[in-house]
Every structure is written in structure tokens, then in C-alpha cells.
């Protein structure tokens, strides 16, 4: 059976039939009119954002104590452990554009943005590694700083002393005087006892220094001294406390309970108590930290494993006192980082207080008081002032960056503003 419909179809229309020619066209035909019949307008949908997100695992610099942040729907920040409030979010919030034909998501501005977040923060981090120091932190600062410094023993004498020589024999007496009671004391020492140094200041009395813990604590008891050496009266004045091996702090103390008081709950069962004094920079309008000098090393060790002391029944807690790192500061410019003969930066002696020439005809002891620092009303070398604090700062960073120079045994507290956020006050 013959199929009719080609009987009139010319050559050319079957050698395009036979390549297909026409079908082409005629799926061009369809395209065109399903284009001419599609609207022009883009459908928009929002899309949740939490579909795009980035899991940054690397770690931030976090600039405030605040717990951090994490994106949740609408664009919302609730608390989390994770990330902190000026970290920016990595979140990338998109809204999808569709048509029959394509999909796209417009999300290379916010995966810019969190790359751009991405290299600030290896930046800050780089720069928190190649920390550069801008104060030049010599050895012997970070010595004096992580060392114990035990303020000179006084003996003040009458008549005053002019001698060498004389002061010489009055030391030797003194120490052969005080030698039997110290050892019957301290059964574990076994060293001769003296001074490491000793100088006559210009009042004409004797002062000295030494390094032992335990001559330094049985020499501020007033009653071990003698009252006379070679003519020479001695009245002793002794340090107001005790070196910080031998204190402890009591925690949250209430302002009602007066230091008087509390010592006279803790003298039941401590008899050796040396000094109880409030610190300053804790008090409150509630309570206060205090603390406590024990002469008694046995006494010392006792409160301080425990733990707690109760005081009017109420348990406190009890720590260690750290001592805080020491600032070397030129007694002749009065710049932290040297001592007097390793000064550079004056020629003359200034004042602290005004900062002018301390050897002029001019009263220093009521001069204005402007540091020469930062022009602020205090002292040069008091604490509070920025340069000093900036100084400080910088000299914590080195100490925990070079722990080869600091001693085996030793710990520091770290002042509020030197410490990292979310890490220890002890070092």
C-alpha cells in the first residue's frame, strides 16, 4: 500500500525532510511562541536565610566580656558560646529570583562580605602575633617585675650614725644578738643570717635588706630586738606588712564587720596574726575583700588548705595573696623601664609632681601637681596614669610571652586591665 502524501512533494522538500530540516523549524516556531506567551516579570521568594550559612571554626579575638551571638529566623541574635557581638554574622540573608528557564540566587554580595569579615579577622589575628612591642622591655624590668620586693628593714638610732666602721660592728652585734632566738624559731634554717645590703640614709639610721622570708617575718616583731647595741638606742619600724607568702585574702568581707571585729573572731584560732587591712580597689557599698598577714607559717598553710573561715558563723572564702607585677621606675625621669644609672632620657633630676627641676630654689614638696606624661592631675608615677597603664599592658604581654626569664616558683596576679578577656587573674 502506497502512501499518497508524497506524490507531489518536490526533491527539495524531501531532501529537507530527510535531513530533519523541518522539524528543526518547527521546534524554533514553539521556543518563540512560549517566549511571546511568557509574562516578563521575575516571581520573587523570600527564602530563609539559614539555608546559606557558613560554619567559621576559627577563632576570634573576642573585644568585650558580653556572651556572644547567633542568628536565628528574622534576622534575630539570641546568646550563644560561640561567636561574639562584634564578630559580624556569616549568615548570607538571599532572596531567589525564578523564571521557567533559570534559578539564581543572589548571594555573591554576601559571600563578599563574609570574606571580607574573614580577612579582617586573620589580620587582627596576624597582628596579635607579630605583636610588636613599643616600649623596649629590658631584662632587668622583667626581673624586677617577676621578683619579690621586701621593703627595707629600718632601725632608727640615737645618737645617729655617721660611721662606717661603726655601723659595720653595730650590724655584726645586732645579729649575733638576735641569732639564737631566730634559729630556735626556725629549725630548718641552717644558713648564716645578715643582710644582704645595708647603707646609713641621711637621718643617720641604719636600713637593710634581705631576701629570707623567715628572717624578714621574725624581724618585724618589734619585741625580738634589743633595745640598746654598743650605746646606740634602737627603735625599730618595722613594714606595715608581711611579704605575700605569708598573707591570705578573705573574700566578700561585709562592711558591717569592721576589721577590729573580724580580728578579734579570727585571734580564737589564730594567735599569730601579724596585720588585717581592707584593699582598697575591692570596697563596695556591700563588702569588701581584706587582707591578712600571719607570722606563723603553720597558722599560714592552716587557713589557707582550707578553704574557708568562718566568721559569725558565715563561711568566707579564703585565697592567696598574689602580689601584682612591679613596675622598675627611674627615680630621675621617672620613666618605667630603667634605674637611675641606666637613665638616658634626662639629664636632671625632675619632679614627680610638676616635672620641672627637682635641685631648683623652688618648694617641690607644694609644687603643682601635672604629670609630664600625659598632662593629667597626679603624680608621674602614679598607677592610674594612661602612659604608666600602657606600660604595664605592655609589660604583662612580654612576661607571658618570655617565661624562660621569670622563676620556677613564680606567680603573679594580673591587674584587671592587663588580663585577656575569659582568662585567669592568676599567672
Not at 337 to 355: N, P, T, V
Request: proline letters at 5%; one cysteine or more; a positive charge.
Amino acid at each position: 500500500m502506497s502512501d499518497n502524501r508524497y506524490i507531489n512533494v518536490t526533491q527539495k522538500e524531501k531532501d529537507d525532510l530527510c535531513d530533519d530540516i523541518n522539524f528543526q523549524n518547527t521546534l524554533e516556531q514553539l521556543q518563540i511562541l512560549d517566549q511571546r506567551n511568557q509574562s516578563p516579570s521575575l516571581k520573587r521568594h523570600r527564602t530563609n536565610g539559614s539555608e546559606y550559612q557558613y560554619n567559621d571554626d576559627r577563632d576570634h579575638v573576642n573585644n568585650d566580656n558580653e556572651s556572644n551571638y547567633q542568628q536565628q529566623k528574622h534576622s534575630k541574635y539570641k546568646r550563644r558560646n560561640n561567636y561574639s557581638r562584634t564578630d559580624q554574622s556569616l549568615t548570607t540573608n538571599s532572596r531567589t529570583y525564578t523564571n521557567s528557564n533559570s534559578n539564581m540566587t543572589k548571594t555573591s554580595f554576601a559571600q563578599q562580605q563574609g570574606n571580607t569579615t574573614s580577612n579582617i579577622n586573620d589580620l587582627n589575628n596576624k597582628q596579635h602575633v607579630n605583636h610588636k612591642n613599643p616600649f623596649q622591655i629590658s631584662n632587668q624590668a622583667l626581673n624586677y617585675a617577676a621578683s619579690t620586693h621586701l621593703h627595707p628593714i629600718k632601725l632608727e638610732c640615737e645618737p645617729t650614725m655617721k660611721d662606717q666602721r661603726t655601723a659595720a660592728k653595730f650590724i655584726q652585734q645586732f645579729f649575733k644578738y638576735i641569732e639564737k632566738d631566730f634559729y630556735q624559731q626556725n629549725i630548718t634554717q641552717q644558713k648564716p643570717i645578715g643582710f644582704e645590703q645595708w647603707w646609713i640614709d641621711k637621718e643617720g639610721n641604719i636600713q637593710g635588706i634581705t631576701k629570707v622570708i623567715d628572717l624578714y617575718v621574725f624581724l618585724c616583731n618589734p619585741q625580738r630586738y634589743p633595745k640598746e647595741i654598743n650605746n646606740f638606742k634602737i627603735t625599730p619600724h618595722p613594714p606595715k606588712h608581711l611579704p605575700p607568702q605569708r598573707s591570705v585574702i578573705l573574700k566578700w568581707i561585709k562592711n558591717s564587720i569592721s576589721c577590729n571585729e573580724l580580728k578579734e573572731e579570727l585571734e580564737i584560732k589564730f594567735k599569730s596574726i601579724y596585720s588585717i587591712r581592707d584593699i582598697i580597689g575591692t570596697i563596695n557599698t556591700r563588702n569588701r575583700h581584706v587582707r591578712i598577714d600571719f607570722q606563723d607559717e603553720t597558722e599560714y598553710n592552716t587557713i589557707l588548705n582550707s578553704g574557708y573561715v568562718p566568721i559569725y558563723g558565715q563561711l568566707i572564702e579564703c585565697d592567696e595573696f598574689l602580689p601584682a607585677p612591679k613596675l622598675l621606675i627611674c627615680s630621675k625621669c621617672n620613666t618605667p623601664g630603667h634605674a637611675k644609672k641606666a637613665c638616658q632620657i634626662s639629664q636632671i633630676d625632675l619632679c614627680r609632681r610638676c616635672g620641672k627641676d627637682r635641685n631648683d630654689k623652688e618648694n617641690h614638696s607644694s609644687c603643682e601637681i601635672k604629670c609630664h606624661h600625659c598632662g593629667g592631675a597626679h603624680t608621674s608615677t602614679d598607677y592610674s596614669c594612661p602612659f604608666i597603664q600602657k606600660y604595664r599592658r605592655e609589660l604583662v604581654l612580654e612576661l607571658r610571652n618570655r617565661p624562660d626569664l621569670l622563676p620556677a616558683e613564680a606567680q603573679l596576679f594580673l591587674p584587671t586591665e592587663c588580663r585577656e578577656n575569659g582568662k585567669e587573674q592568676k599567672y
